[in-house]
């Protein structure tokens, strides 16, 4: 059979916090599934939608939509505690979470607290410190890697045996999760001694008391997702995978060691879910019309300055995970035209084009870095205001020269433009 291929990818150019949750929010208004990738709640995906903002961490942002099946993959690390409180909280703001429209694959990594606390000695040994956002994910990745991590997989087993369900396939007893829980509480009980400062003693019945709750929680959205994916594909739906972290923090494409523990470029992306290439039909860069960056490490087109205060003040520029004050900066084409090749975006979408309007204004120009040298930057004078605007023609001049100009020094067609938080300011071209 000759499958129509109808997924779309969305991975961010620059350091994060691009616009991707508002991205996969908006191609989600008539897509069938939904699905975060990688990373974990180190992420903080912002929608706007009838007049009412969401700040997701685990979550893909299409659950606040009715009808869209939203998935968290194989590929993701879970915090359970966040994830739990994240359901209670939209299921308190009368958004509808069922096993009908949550799947959290069986596969996906679980963070335990120490893990977070790993985070913290980790970094607190370090001169070169990375910045992170100390969410447990780099030594939950590491524990996986390891083959010591706790998986959903045991979170449901857990609770099949909880639940005393007649048709467990193999016997599972409660010694099933207390023996996998064993090696990792004494291998890192035995590092938390070594570095005696930071003692922190893990104890496998306190993390079994975790996972109980874990699995009264969640253990009714947990399954294998694979065979829910396979069929999608087969039947040629519309499915968006919601990107997370971007390329400037892939571990192997980003700027090492200054970077979060996963791929979050496309290919990584579709391997934390479980897709092949070639369903794929449309790969969307996102960006901004400026950069920020929060964490350590390069940033070219950083300012330290007042023009940096600037660009943070009018585009809001504070974690969504950690209300960090972001790093920012000039708009650095050579991130899209590096990372172009490694995520083999098929368009662009550029946000804030509102906000870059305001800047110029503000500071009477803008500027853009156009390639790998310094030294090469674009200057565009004055600014321009978007308000009222609903599509690319009405945009004034500047402003579409400003996206005439991302197009033609990147090669990439700019299909999306946001020009303001909201999901109705968004711009189709
Ligand atoms: P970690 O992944 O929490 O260990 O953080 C590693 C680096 O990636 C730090 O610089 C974080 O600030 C950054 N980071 C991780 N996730 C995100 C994100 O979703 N947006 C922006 N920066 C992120
Ligand atoms: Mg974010």
Redesign the pocket.
Known sequence: MNIKPNVTVITGAF???EGKGRAAFYECQDAYMCLRAT?GN???HTIVYNDKKYAHHLLPSAIIRENVICCIGPGVVIDPEVLIEEIHKLKEAGIKITPDNLIISDRAHVIFPYHKYL?SLHESLKTDK??????G??PCYADKCNRIGIRMKDIKDHQNYILDLPDNEHLISDEHLINKLILPVQYHNAKFKAFNKSYYPVFVDAMHDLCTNYANELGIYIKDLQPVINDALEKGKKIVVEG???FG?DIDHGDYP????SNPNTCGTLSGIGIGPKYVKEVIGVCKAYCSR????PFPTEQCNEIGDVIRELGHEY?T?TGRPRRCGWLDLSMINRSKYVNGYTCLCVNHLDTIGLIGQQLGEIKIKIDDNDDVLDTFSGGWDTAGCTTYDELPLAAKNFIESIENLTGLPVKYIGIGADNKDTIIR
Do not use: P
């Open positions: 350091w994060g916090d990373g180190n992420a903080g985070d990375v910045g992170t956002t100390g969410r994910i780099g997370a972290q971007a923090l200054f970077v979060t523990s929060v964490g350590e490490g974690g995970t």
